[in-house]
Structure formats: C-alpha cells, structure tokens
C-alpha cells in the first residue's frame, strides 16, 4: 500500500520535510504537505463537474485556487516571498525547496541507458517511455539522522555487471489524474450503526489473530494456528509481523504498533534461516510492509525506511546478472561470497514482473534511483516483446529470463502471471502520470483479455458474471484451447479492471469490472460453506441470453473427473454428470473443483472493496459481510484463524497454517469497506 500523494512529491521539488521543519509549517497551512482534492472552478476551466487531483508541482496554488485575477497576483507574490524565505532564510527548511545549483548537479546524463549487456529496446521511431534524460532527476529525501542511516547488508562484495547509466524516474508537467472513489453522501443513524457494527467484529477478529501470533510466533514467519507453533516460510525474519504493520497503524492499534516497530529494529538481514529467498515474496511482505506502514503512519517512524532500504540492498543482489533480469531463487549467501548470478531459463513471470511498486517507492523516499532503474529494465522488457508472444498483448506465466524472451505458450491472468497484469494501472498511479508506457501496456492486454480470458459463466439463475480463464495456444498460434478456469487469485481482476476504468477513462470497461466482482461474490455464496474454493472449473456460456442447460452442466462435470470412467461404464452421459455431482458436492454451475481449500486469501474482498468504493453501493458492503461471516465460521480457532481443507463440506477440517497476508490484507480490506470513505481512499492511496 503506497501513497499516491507522497509518491508525487518525490517526482517534483517537493521532498519530505525534516522535524524540524514540520513544527514551523504547522503555522503556516498553505505549504502543508498533504493529499489535495479539489473541484476546480468552472469558470477557471471550462469544464464541468471535474474533480480531479493535481501532482506535486501544482499542489502550492492548487491548495487554495483563487476566482480573481488580483487575487493571483497577490498570492503569487506570497508564495514568492514564501518561498525565498524558507529556501534561503531558514535553514531548517533548506532541503524543502534544492537550490537551481542542487537540481542541475542531479541533471541525469544525456546519452541512453545502458548496460554491459542492454536489454531489448522499443523501435525509435515509436518512443513510449522517457527516461527522464532531459528532466531534473528528482531530489534525493533528506538523509536519515545519523542513528538510523541504513547500512547495507548482504549483499556481495563486488557487483559483476554494474549499471553504467541509470534510468530515472519519469518527471515532467503537472498530471491530472482523475478521481476514482464515489463521493458518499451522508449515512443515516441506522446505516452507521450496522456499518459500524461490522467494523467492530472484523477488529475483534483481527485482534485475536493478532493476539494469537504475540503469544505463539512472536517475531516468526508465520503462526501455525491449529496447535499454536510457528512456522520458517520466508527467511525467518518476521513475515507476519512485518506484513501487519499497517493494518495495526489503521485499525488505530496504537501501542502495538510501537512494540511491532520496536521489534522489527532488532531484525538482522544480514542471516537468514533460508539459503534461497523468493525475491517477490520476500519484496511484497517485508519491503512492502516496511513502505506500507512508514507512509501510512505519516513517515514517523524512521527505522521502518532504514529496514526497507536494507531489504532493498539484499534484493538489489538478486539483479546482479548478465542481462539485470533477477534472479527469482536468490541464493543470497553464494552471491555475499562472490558467486557469480544468472537468471532462470524457466521464471514465472508472476515473479519476475511483480517488483515494481516496492522497488519504485523505495527509489522515491530514498533518493537511490538505482532501485527504479532495476525494475525499470524488466518493464522495458516487457514492453519490448509484449506483442511477440504467441498470444500478442499477453505474457505467459513462464518466461526465460537468462535470455529476456517467451516462448512459452500458456496464458492466464490469474496464479503465476496475476500481479504483472494487476500493477499496471498502479505503477502508472505511482508515477504520477508521468509516463504513458503503463497505459500503454495495461490497454495492450484489454483486448486479448478481453476476447480470449473473460467469460461469462452458465449458471442455474443466469447470473451476469464472469471469472478470468486460461489459454493454450498450440506452437503454430493458430488455434487457441481455453481452460474455463476460476480461480480465488484471479479475484483481483474485477478491482484492477474498475480503477482502471476511471485513471485510464474507459468507462465502458466498468461493466466487466463489475462482472468479474460479482462472479467471486457468486462463487462464495453457492458453496456449502459460503466460501469460494482456491480453483473450480465453469462451464462458459453459449450465447448471449446464457439459457441455463442442465445436460450440459452435467456432461462437463462428467468430462473432468478423472475417476468417471473406470466407475460409471455403462452410465449414460447424464447419470455419469449426476454421481459425479454427488460425489463431489458440486453446486449446480461448477463442472469440477480441483483445488477445495480455502487459504484465508484477500483477492476477492480486495475487489469487493474496490468495486464498492468506485460506485458506492451499499450492496457490496453486504456481501463483504456475508463473506465475512462465513469465512469466521469456518476458520476460527481458540488461538487465530486458519485455512480450510475443502469449503464444499459441511465440517471442513482446518489446515495449521495461516499466511501473513491473513492480517495484512485479507482483515485489511474487509475493515476498510465498513471504515469511513477516507481510510484508504482510492485516491489517496495506491493499494
């Protein structure tokens, strides 16, 4: 979770203030450093009803924007004056505006990236990204004070194929970005009651995890929530308590966010209990949960930026190869002694197109381009051969990263491939809109997508919903075989889809955004438990009315099973789909569900959330209730909350293990859709 306004003053001349300085604007409003939301004025721009958000350069007079032209004039000259006398006259404020001399020293070199050994580039005659060569690199954060400058651990000796040109961070004019959340109105007495009644019992439940983990996996990877042991998943350095951070900061959990910042101080990653690290893992738990909750709790907390940037030097090893594609197995011990690193011939690319917001934020607090610059050259990567793939517009899931090429044939957007979909539209948010390459790309992969992964499901009550599928192109890429797949993963595309529709103003693409979010709500709500499985097989529609076909129904589930066959010959197509149906406790529209669990997972309330927050229609708010509720029921132990084994059975039994992301976004997400509209605005924050 990163903040849209702080990402954009890290573009601009605007910088984070020093302690000192806070306590002199405090006085002063007009140069407070916060999120602006503002309606412009239709008679200064002609345009109605625009509510829009301005970046960092424009923030200043964007704050207050006057209706009369003497007016102006008099503020500009009070912003000028301002302005002098923080820069010059005011030492404490110094590092608020850098010096002409400052910003021109930061002037990146004018020649083009490049490497020991360059990775493909777009055709010059079709620019779609600048690297900033004729912009003002941005203006480095103030240093950290002394007692809390990170120091950089783990990493090897000597790097073997240094970056001899950095790319930097996109700059440019002022972006606008348009609004994505609904504008509430007032609740009434009895809607806020219930809404704050929700609240109440997703904290609770919150909080008995969290206590669960204080008293049986304190500082652990993860706790094990049947018998109430722990468990070394991700380098033993504190999964969970890192990844809960900012969740403990917005449920107001005040003091034990201070004994968890005070904990995660003594974490030494400079040793590990893992001698391989999974780069994007370890990237979205520990140096997201670091970002996410410095921003959240307002940058107050320093040791959390200096543990980010030492989690951001051990990974920045995992880049250290021929070709600067990371390495996705980081064996982080043989590189500290000097062994030498390649990238895998078989990457999911999943892992190795997920690193950008960590690693772009990191860049911005710390002033270190080098950690744009990393994930910059896999994005340029990616963009490069985007429609060469045997699906063009689409990547598969495998990628061979020693040679930054696809041949792979299979393509979903869902497990092994989701999140390089998912963080186009927010790295482009994170940019400020400085570059259009992440549009680009995101409205690339629409159209194949669009036509080849989205379908519409045949159910009983001819629901309007559809769920993100798989495809297999054969080598000639002449026929195309889908796998009409459902997965808890994929949940996520129906929120990437919907604020993608507002940043990139593609209103009719709010439907299918809306589709895809009913289809997880659907899912959950037509299982035993009320709980979607992790994977379940549909069976797509045959034309646009969607007629439900029982026949239909029943031989698709009699074709996926494996064991059909050498248990029903001499059954008739029906009578095979029946015991099927029977055997397996599939609900009428599920052809077959391979995968029964449920592992606490966040993508479907994620979207819910999304969804509800762009429209503002309460019934999202109540079908996050009735998942809520149900996920409870089933999952609850006397220490925490554990994963399921199969939510098709009345008794599902629990699995002993409870993934991070439990606290840090599952309860996150379903807190935030009965908080107020402003704990984690969508246009506030990149989440």
């Given at each position: 979770?990163?903040?849209?306004?702080?990402?954009?003053?890290?573009?601009?001349?605007?910088?984070?203030?020093?302690?000192?300085?806070?306590?002199?604007?405090?006085?002063?409003?007009?140069?407070?450093?916060?999120?602006?939301?503002?309606?412009?004025?239709?008679?200064?721009?002609?345009?109605?009803?625009?509510?829009?958000?301005?970046?960092?350069?424009?923030?200043?007079?964007?704050?207050?924007?006057?209706?009369?032209?003497?007016?102006?004039?008099?503020?500009?000259?009070?912003?000028?004056?301002?302005?002098?006398?923080?820069?010059?006259?005011?030492?404490?404020?110094?590092?608020?505006?850098?010096?002409?001399?400052?910003?021109?020293?930061?002037?990146?070199?004018?020649?083009?990236?490049?490497?020991?050994?360059?990775?493909?580039?777009?055709p010059p005659q079709t620019p779609i990204h600048d690297h900033g060569a004729n912009d003002p690199a941005p203006a480095p954060s103030p240093p950290l004070p002394d007692d809390t400058r990170p120091s950089i651990l783990a990493v090897q000796a000597t790097e073997y194929y240094p970056v001899t040109s950095l790319i930097q961070i996109p700059t440019g004019s002022p972006s606008l970005l348009p609004r994505i959340q609904h504008s509430f109105g007032i609740e009434t007495q009895d809607e806020k009651a219930e809404r704050e009644a929700r609240l109440t019992a997703v904290k609770k439940s919150f909080e008995h995890s969290w206590e669960g983990y204080k008293k049986y996996a304190w500082k652990e990877d993860e706790l094990a929530p049947v018998r109430g042991g722990h468990a070394t998943t991700f380098g033993g350095w504190g999964a969970t308590l890192v990844d809960s951070l900012d969740t403990l900061w917005m449920m107001g959990m005040k003091e034990d966010y201070e004994k968890a910042?005070?904990?995660?101080?003594?974490?030494?990653?400079?040793?590990?209990?893992?001698?391989?690290?999974?780069?994007?893992?370890?990237?979205?738990?520990?140096?997201?949960?670091?970002?996410?909750?410095?921003?959240?709790?307002?940058?107050?907390?320093?040791?959390?930026?200096?543990?980010?940037?030492?989690?951001?030097?051990?990974?920045?090893?995992?880049?250290?190869?021929?070709?600067?594609?990371?390495?996705?197995?980081?064996?982080?011990?043989?590189?500290?002694?000097?062994?030498?690193?390649?990238?895998?011939?078989?990457?999911?690319?999943?892992?190795?197109?997920?690193?950008?917001?960590?690693?772009?934020?990191?860049?911005?607090?710390?002033?270190?381009?080098?950690?744009?610059?990393?994930?910059?050259?896999?994005?340029?990567?990616?963009?490069?051969?985007?429609?060469?793939?045997?699906?063009?517009?689409?990547?598969?899931?495998?990628?061979?990263?020693?040679?930054?090429?696809?041949?792979?044939?299979?393509?979903?957007?869902?497990?092994?491939?989701?999140?390089?979909?998912?963080?186009?539209?927010?790295?482009?948010?994170?940019?400020?809109?400085?570059?259009?390459?992440?549009?680009?790309?995101?409205?690339?992969?629409?159209?194949?997508?669009?036509?080849?992964?989205?379908?519409?499901?045949?159910?009983?009550?001819?629901?309007?919903?559809?769920?993100?599928?798989?495809?297999?192109?054969?080598?000639?890429?002449?026929?195309?075989?889908?796998?009409?797949?459902?997965?808890?993963?994929?949940?996520?595309?129906?929120?990437?889809?919907?604020?993608?529709?507002?940043?990139?103003?593609?209103?009719?693409?709010?439907?299918?955004?809306?589709?895809?979010?009913?289809?997880?709500?659907?899912?959950?709500?037509?299982?035993?438990?009320?709980?979607?499985?992790?994977?379940?097989?549909?069976?797509?529609?045959?034309?646009?009315?969607?007629?439900?076909?029982?026949?239909?129904?029943?031989?698709?589930?009699?074709?996926?099973?494996?064991?059909?066959?050498?248990?029903?010959?001499?059954?008739?197509?029906?009578?095979?789909?029946?015991?099927?149906?029977?055997?397996?406790?599939?609900?009428?529209?599920?052809?077959?569900?391979?995968?029964?669990?449920?592992?606490?997972?966040?993508?479907?309330?994620?979207?819910?959330?999304?969804?509800?927050?762009?429209?503002?229609?309460?019934?999202?708010?109540?079908?996050?209730?009735?998942?809520?509720?149900?996920?409870?029921?089933?999952?609850?132990?006397?220490?925490?909350?554990?994963?399921?084994?199969?939510?098709?059975?009345?008794?599902?039994?629990?699995?002993?293990?409870?993934?991070?992301?439990?606290?840090?976004?599952?309860?996150?997400?379903?807190?935030?859709?009965?908080?107020?509209?402003?704990?984690?605005?969508?246009?506030?924050?990149?989440?």
């Amino acid at each position: 979770m990163l903040p849209l306004a702080l990402a954009r003053c890290s573009n601009s001349f605007l910088q984070p203030l020093p302690p000192e300085g806070l306590d002199l604007l405090s006085s002063f409003p007009p140069l407070h450093y916060v999120v602006i939301q503002y309606e412009l004025h239709q008679d200064e721009v002609k345009q109605s009803e625009s509510n829009l958000r301005l970046s960092c350069p424009a923030r200043i007079t964007a704050m207050f924007l006057p209706r009369r032209k003497s007016t102006v004039l008099l503020l500009a000259l009070c912003i000028a004056v301002s302005l002098w006398y923080f820069n010059y006259a005011h030492p404490a404020l110094s590092p608020l505006f850098p010096s002409t001399a400052t910003r021109q020293q930061s002037r990146p070199p004018q020649s083009a990236p490049e490497n020991e050994a360059p990775v493909p580039k777009t055709p010059p005659q079709t620019p779609i990204h600048d690297h900033g060569a004729n912009d003002p690199a941005p203006a480095p954060s103030p240093p950290l004070p002394d007692d809390t400058r990170p120091s950089i651990l783990a990493v090897q000796a000597t790097e073997y194929y240094p970056v001899t040109s950095l790319i930097q961070i996109p700059t440019g004019s002022p972006s606008l970005l348009p609004r994505i959340q609904h504008s509430f109105g007032i609740e009434t007495q009895d809607e806020k009651a219930e809404r704050e009644a929700r609240l109440t019992a997703v904290k609770k439940s919150f909080e008995h995890s969290w206590e669960g983990y204080k008293k049986y996996a304190w500082k652990e990877d993860e706790l094990a929530p049947v018998r109430g042991g722990h468990a070394t998943t991700f380098g033993g350095w504190g999964a969970t308590l890192v990844d809960s951070l900012d969740t403990l900061w917005m449920m107001g959990m005040k003091e034990d966010y201070e004994k968890a910042v005070m904990a995660v101080e003594e974490i030494d990653f400079s040793a590990a209990r893992l001698e391989e690290l999974n780069v994007f893992e370890t990237t979205i738990r520990y140096l997201g949960g670091f970002l996410g909750a410095y921003d959240l709790s307002g940058q107050k907390y320093p040791i959390l930026l200096k543990k980010a940037k030492e989690v951001g030097a051990l990974l920045y090893g995992a880049f250290d190869t021929p070709n600067r594609m990371p390495v996705t197995r980081f064996k982080w011990e043989e590189a500290k002694k000097g062994v030498k690193q390649e990238a895998h011939e078989n990457s999911l690319i999943a892992e190795v197109g997920s690193l950008n917001l960590e690693f772009t934020r990191l860049a911005q607090l710390t002033g270190e381009v080098k950690f744009f610059d990393a994930i910059q050259r896999i994005t340029d990567v990616l963009d490069a051969q985007q429609n060469q793939t045997a699906l063009p517009g689409l990547w598969p899931i495998m990628m061979d990263a020693k040679r930054a090429k696809f041949t792979d044939v299979t393509f979903t957007l869902g497990g092994m491939a989701d999140s390089t979909y998912e963080y186009l539209p927010k790295q482009h948010m994170l940019l400020g809109g400085f570059t259009e390459q992440y549009k680009k790309m995101y409205e690339a992969t629409m159209g194949p997508a669009m036509k080849h992964i989205f379908f519409r499901a045949m159910t009983p009550d001819k629901a309007d919903i559809m769920f993100s599928a798989g495809v297999h192109v054969n080598q000639n890429a002449d026929v195309i075989v889908p796998d009409f797949k459902a997965q808890h993963l994929g949940c996520f595309t129906g929120g990437m889809v919907g604020i993608a529709s507002k940043i990139f103003d593609r209103p009719e693409d709010l439907k299918t955004a809306r589709q895809l979010v009913d289809g997880c709500i659907w899912a959950y709500n037509h299982t035993q438990t009320g709980i979607m499985p992790e994977i379940a097989h549909m069976v797509p529609c045959n034309g646009e009315e969607c007629v439900w076909d029982e026949p239909r129904w029943l031989k698709a589930a009699a074709i996926r099973s494996a064991k059909v066959e050498r248990i029903t010959e001499g059954m008739s197509d029906a009578e095979k789909g029946r015991w099927v149906v029977e055997e397996q406790r599939l609900p009428q529209g599920f052809a077959a569900i391979p995968d029964t669990r449920y592992i606490l997972r966040p993508e479907a309330i994620e979207s819910v959330f999304i969804f509800y927050r762009i429209t503002g229609e309460r019934k999202y708010q109540d079908a996050a209730w009735q998942m809520f509720t149900a996920i409870e029921n089933y999952t609850r132990t006397d220490i925490a909350n554990a994963a399921i084994n199969d939510v098709t059975a009345k008794t599902p039994q629990q699995d002993d293990r409870m993934e991070s992301f439990w606290l840090a976004e599952t309860l996150k997400y379903f807190y935030a859709i009965f908080a107020e509209p402003s704990v984690l605005s969508l246009d506030d924050y990149v989440l």
